[in-house]
């Protein structure tokens, strides 16, 4: 299996530009979660996904953020409008069956730099 | 607020020493705890767990203590090898109230000195 796949790797945009990430997860994964790794407050969970419908979305920063997962092999996250604050690296992750984070298996992320 | 926390942003060490990287939370409702390490340009990956039941777990060269009383957690690593040189990120889940969301903790950088 080829892992957890994140596109694009890199991303820099300029405020108020509209951002779109994309996730792949583990084919057979029922769980995806969306994360974003910041130096000041490190991995913060955004978002989780179990088969496809959005269960927790308490992380998600503002309305600014959106994320859908149209059916089980794909899922967004989309910044709109973008702002230098939103700078990070995001994660996206899947699990086989469980939130337990043995499970968790994580992409390589998208490095985001809003100017 | 931050709820795991990482106080050591950084931690440098000689091949073969022991390293000991320090987490501490505020949330005692966390009954479950990860330790996840992190090379560059990759994602996050699993390395050892604990539960509140216990004080210790052990899994080779790794080692996690609890200490629950004061809400600390240490992960030791001997002997320390060039390899371990990665970000440590330590987290907490509250597996009976919050469904077992991850809290992570800021990280460490683990430099490893041959």
């Known amino acids: 299996d080829a892992g957890v796949i994140q596109s694009p790797r890199h991303e820099v945009t300029e405020m108020g530009q509209e951002v779109t990430l994309r996730c792949k997860p583990i084919?057979?994964?029922?769980?995806l979660f969306w994360y974003r790794q910041t130096m000041m407050r490190g991995l913060e969970l955004l978002i989780y996904?179990?088969?496809?419908?959005?269960?927790?979305d308490s992380g998600m920063p503002e309305d600014r953020f959106s994320a859908k997962m149209p059916n089980a092999s794909f899922s967004t996250l989309k910044i709109q409008p973008s702002e230098p604050r939103d700078s990070a690296v995001y994660f996206c992750?899947?699990?086989?069956?469980?939130?337990?984070?043995?499970?968790?298996?994580f992409g390589p992320g998208t490095r985001l730099l809003v100017l | 607020d931050q709820q795991v926390k990482q106080n050591s942003p950084s931690l440098s060490v000689q091949e073969g020493r022991i390293s000991i990287l320090n987490c501490d939370y505020t949330?005692?409702?966390?009954?479950?705890f990860l330790w996840y390490k992190k090379y560059p340009a990759e994602g996050p990956t699993f390395l050892i767990s604990?539960?509140?039941?216990?004080d210790k777990n052990e899994d080779g060269r790794f080692t996690v203590f609890l200490n629950k009383s004061a809400k600390h957690l240490s992960l030791h690593i001997v002997p320390s090898q060039p390899g371990d040189s990665a970000v440590y990120f330590c987290?907490?889940?509250?597996?009976?109230?919050?469904?077992?969301?991850?809290?992570f903790g800021t990280g460490t950088r683990l430099a490893v000195r041959p």
């Open positions: 084919s057979g994964h029922d769980y």
């Open positions: 604990i539960s509140s039941i216990k």
């Open positions: 987290a907490a889940s509250a597996l009976k109230s919050s469904g077992d969301k991850l809290t």
């Open positions: 992750a899947s699990s086989p069956a469980s939130l337990r984070g043995e499970t968790q298996y």
């Open positions: 949330n005692s409702m966390f009954d479950y």
């Open positions: 996904f179990n088969n496809n419908v959005p269960i927790d």
